[in-house]
Nanobody
């Protein structure tokens, strides 16, 4: 069974940083595309960063300077660190995994974790 679960969100002051965690089960990282997305209020879900089959990390343009996507292959966990938080970073952050072993390929999502930037 494949499960993804995000944690680490909450209310964070502007300028601070936050580390979000995605704990996975049933996903082999070297056979999957792992990603973080976010959905800001009133907007569509957008890609933050992704890595395919253990390769290089791809960042969306807005995420290049302040976002870091890291993985722990032993613990089957991914992390999204956001530095110098801005109010515009307020969003629900989701992790996802596309399992390339399955036919057809399946995409799995966590339930999301809310990050609210404010004082």
């Amino acid at each position: 069974q494949v499960l993804l679960a995000e944690s680490g969100g909450g209310l964070v002051q502007p300028g601070k940083h936050v580390e979000l965690t995605c704990t996975t089960t049933g996903i082999l990282f070297n056979f999957a595309t792992l990603a973080w997305y976010r959905q800001r209020p009133g907007q569509q879900r957008e890609l933050v960063a992704s890595v395919e089959r253990g390769g290089d990390t791809h960042y969306s343009d807005f995420a290049r300077d302040r976002f870091a996507f890291t993985r722990n292959y032993v613990r089957h966990t991914t992390f999204l660190t956001i530095l110098h938080l801005q109010p515009d970073d307020t969003a629900v952050y989701y992790c996802s995994a596309v399992d390339h072993r399955s036919t057809p390929e399946r995409t799995y999502w966590g339930q999301g974790t809310q990050v609210t930037v404010g004082s």
